[in-house]
């Protein structure tokens, strides 16, 4: 089973909401990543959680805010986004950040932001 | 800057056909390499992973690899047109970093 779930399918906020958006794997993977993806574009790298720490931060604005509280749960908490923030939010789990490699991704978010 | 490189198409194949997708990368250190599809509105699929070079076959796909000439191809045979989709080209590379650098993809269209 390779499966990555996340909540919910679609989400249209406002510049001043605050909202999260959820991902949950039940793989026994020890590490979750979170892309973003505009429109015919390929999926770009946010953050990546290793072992529930934050190993990776691609630069991303602090107006995204990730959180791992178990290795089974990652969330992205948004504040104060912007329109150019709308795209579909991805997550992904893989075993490890070591061999074997295989990311396997979520349904995904689909975010609007007014 | 690492890249991988991929032709955008979209590639046109009739059903029953061999589709030809290829993806070339500039990081010599790169060390895994994955093939994704990617239906319209949909999160990326993983199909195949390769580490070595030479061929994988899966069922109607078969990944290839040339370490040497920084190369990775995806054949899909007897193409049908559920596979109509964009694959996308990633790889990691040779660091405990494993994150993904994603191509741009190619738009494959399977005509019935």
């Known amino acids: 089973d390779t499966e990555v779930t996340q909540t919910p399918k679609h989400l249209v906020m406002g510049m001043t909401n605050k909202k999260s958006l959820k991902c949950e794997q039940h793989?026994?993977?020890?590490?979750m990543y979170w892309y973003k993806q505009k429109a015919k574009k390929p999926p770009e790298l946010m953050f990546v959680?290793?072992?529930?720490?934050?190993?990776i931060n691609e630069s991303v604005p602090s107006r995204f805010s990730p959180e791992c509280p178990n290795s089974s749960l990652l969330n992205l908490h948004l504040h104060a986004l912007q329109p150019e923030d709308s795209a579909l939010y991805l997550c992904?789990?893989?075993?490890?950040?070591?061999?074997?490699?295989?990311?396997?991704f979520g349904p995904g978010t689909r975010l609007t932001v007014t | 800057q690492k890249e991988v490189e991929q032709n955008s198409g979209p590639l046109s194949v009739p059903e029953g056909a061999i589709a030809s997708l290829n993806c070339t990368y500039s990081?010599?250190?790169?060390?895994?390499f994955f093939w994704y599809r990617q239906y319209s509105g949909k999160s990326p699929e993983l199909i195949m992973f390769?580490?070595?070079?030479g061929d994988k076959e899966d069922g109607r796909f078969t990944a290839q690899l040339n370490k040497a000439s920084q190369y990775v191809s995806l054949l899909i045979r007897d193409s049908q047109p559920s596979d109509s989709a964009t694959y996308l080209c990633a790889v990691t590379e040779d660091t405990g970093r494993r994150a993904l650098t994603f191509g741009s993809g190619t738009r494959l269209q399977v005509q019935p």
């Open positions: 992904a789990s893989s075993q490890g950040t070591g061999a074997p490699y295989e990311q396997y």
């Open positions: 990081d010599r250190g790169s060390q895994s």
């Open positions: 793989m026994g993977h020890r590490a």
């Open positions: 390769i580490y070595s070079n």
């Open positions: 959680y290793s072992y529930e720490k934050l190993s």
